[in-house]
């Protein structure tokens, strides 16, 4: 891999690297060389309607950790799948190990019977809004939220923070932050019905999953009366297999040799796409395993090296990937999903409606 230094893009991996696999040692001879350019902040900056009109010109092919509806950019796994040492999140494998086992210290109908998020609330509107529906002396919407606070969990040393210990309700709450957030796949993988508040943003897994089946859906501008409905009918319902379901993607579809798999066949249709030879430019400086760990300390080194690929995959790739959906297969599964979401909003309704009635006014969120 080589760095030109003499790129004016803003360098911003400096807190948030990955050991993204080196395809000479995974796939020996299996990738040919390309050129690519990555960002790494989380908003995605290619607007598709800056890209129309008679002077338009082709959108520049930009990788990043998510996608959104309205731009165009490719999505790329995110650094936290290699670990995450400012906050003592380690590699994927190793916290995804934990959390199997963390699973089977509590039962879902031995867990608290409420619904669960704990973040930085303050990187976006809408989870500050999300604090809203905490539990307080004048009503319960049936969820414990919980701020976290970075500074003091790093002086405690992070003992109120591994993602193995917080499996401890049966409900889970997704919600997107500054864009797209990292939390997604460990909320998922905790055997809790997860809770996603409607996401604008995609990674590169999240649209294989459906509601209903892996998860359970909630309203953006409707948050504290929908996860109230939510856990009142899962209570009464008992849904710990959509938890389970949710917890059975992500183990079984997002175990690295996959991701490593995503990563290989995306890079091999992306060099397809070149047309022009990759050439090494003036003034680039090579960036290999060793000279990353040369440059690093303490748990960063430690997380490189438990992370770092160091041989290649028994299988010949490291998957095969399936063809792409037909339009009409797309659109239908597009459809399935939207009336999910449609059938579960109109349940909640429902519900509010009867309680309104009961109350002789209507409750309104705080």
């Known amino acids: 891999m080589w760095n030109n230094t003499a790129s004016p893009i803003k360098q911003e991996t400096s807190s ?17 060389d390309l050129e690519l350019m990555f960002r790494c ?51 994927w494998e190793v916290v995804l190990e934990g959390m199997v086992e963390g699973n089977k210290k509590i039962k879902w109908q031995d867990r608290e019977p409420y619904a669960y998020w704990r973040g930085n609330p303050h990187v976006s509107p809408s989870r500050e809004d999300l604090m809203k529906c905490n539990v307080s002396d004048k009503y319960d919407w049936l969820a414990r939220l919980y701020e976290q606070n970075w500074g ?8 109120h923070s591994k993602l193995e210990d917080q499996c401890t309700h049966r409900y889970k709450i997704y919600i997107e932050g500054n864009s797209w957030s990292v939390s997604e796949k460990y909320i998922l993988a905790c055997d809790s019905m997860a809770l996603l508040v409607k996401p604008e943003y995609y990674d590169f897994f999240s649209r294989s999953m459906e509601p209903m089946l892996h998860y359970w859906p909630i309203r953006t501008g409707n948050k504290c009366r929908d996860i109230k409905f939510a856990v009142e009918w899962g209570n009464n319902h008992s849904v710990d297999a959509i938890g389970k379901a949710g917890s059975k993607f992500i183990q079984e579809s997002l175990r690295m040799e996959y991701v490593y798999g995503y990563m290989f066949h995306l890079f091999k249709e992306y060099v397809k796409l070149l047309k022009f030879k990759p050439r090494i430019p003036a003034g680039a400086v090579e960036i290999s395993s060793e000279s990353m760990a040369s440059s690093l300390d303490g748990s960063r080194e430690m997380f490189f090296e438990e992370s770092t690929v160091k041989s290649p995959g028994e299988a010949p790739v490291p998957c095969a990937a399936p ?18 979401r449609r059938q579960v909003e109109m349940w909640g309704d429902e519900y509010w409606e009867k309680f309104s009635k009961k109350q002789q006014k209507p409750l309104s969120p705080p």
């Open 16 to 32: 948030r690297y990955g050991v993204f696999c080196n395809f000479s040692t995974c796939s020996p001879g299996k990738i040919q």
């Open 41 to 91: 902040g989380d908003k995605t900056v290619i607007q598709k309607y800056d890209m129309q009109g008679s002077v338009a010109t082709s959108p520049p092919v930009l990788f990043q950790y998510c996608g959104h509806s309205s731009t165009t950019n490719i999505v790329f796994p995110d650094w936290t799948f290699w670990g995450w040492a400012e906050i003592n999140i380690k590699p």
């Open 152 to 159: 003091e969990e790093r002086k405690q040393g992070y003992k």
């Open 323 to 340: 063809p792409p959906y037909d339009t009409h297969t797309l659109q239908k599964t597009i459809q399935m999903k939207e009336d999910a």
